[in-house]
């Protein structure tokens, strides 16, 4: 993975707790809420960084019309039927690779897209940033993979906006307004 910045941290630190397959056994909107405040860590060779999460969108199933699993499963979106905690990565508009983390139980395509960190907006700038590709997808979050997810400071539910998910209009007006985006502000 590749650094953002060359600023040391220590964010490592055993003592902060790594997100476990149960944290991520449960609908999308929830976990893509509770996802916010927590940490991305990634490894550069023996070190690693993190930052803070703090946008992310929910796809909720084969019946959420902007989900890619409304569809039917394809060879795309195969990782997202897989077990909770696995990443879905994927390539858009022929330019840009997307993060996701899968939730729900095994079988069920519902997934958690990855927006925003404390220094880097948008999903496209977040995954250029960490060097992040499709080799990742379908490979769990953990540390051995190179990239998991830790607990964070807790932003109070008044930090916490939702909002409609950006650029899904294709899925009608009922699914494009749903509050399925999180976002946390810090102001």
């Known amino acids: 993975m590749q ?20 944290f991520f ?80 139980p095994t079988g069920f395509p519902a997934a958690a897209l990855i927006r925003g960190l404390d220094s880097i907006v948008g999903p496209a700038r977040l995954t250029k940033a960490l060097g992040i590709t499709g080799e990742l997808n379908g490979k769990v979050a953990s540390k051995e993979t190179g990239v998991w997810f830790s607990e964070g400071p807790r932003p109070s539910r008044k930090q916490i906006i939702p909002s409609a998910r950006i650029g899904v209009d294709y899925a009608g007006p009922l699914w494009s307004a749903k509050p399925y985006r999180f976002t946390l502000i810090t102001k």
């Open 3 to 22: 650094s953002h910045s060359r600023q040391k941290n220590d964010y490592s630190s055993p003592s902060l707790k790594v997100l476990n397959s149960k």
């Open 25 to 104: 056994d449960r609908p999308a909107e929830k976990v893509a809420y509770d996802l916010i405040g927590c940490r991305l860590h990634w490894k550069i060779g023996e070190q690693s960084e993190s930052r803070i999460i703090t946008e992310t969108e929910a796809y909720i199933g084969p019946e959420d019309l902007a989900s890619h699993a409304a569809r039917g499963r394809t060879t795309r979106n195969e990782a997202m039927f897989g077990p909770p905690g696995t990443f879905y990565v994927y390539f858009v508009y022929g330019l840009h690779w997307m993060l996701n983390v899968v939730t729900g």
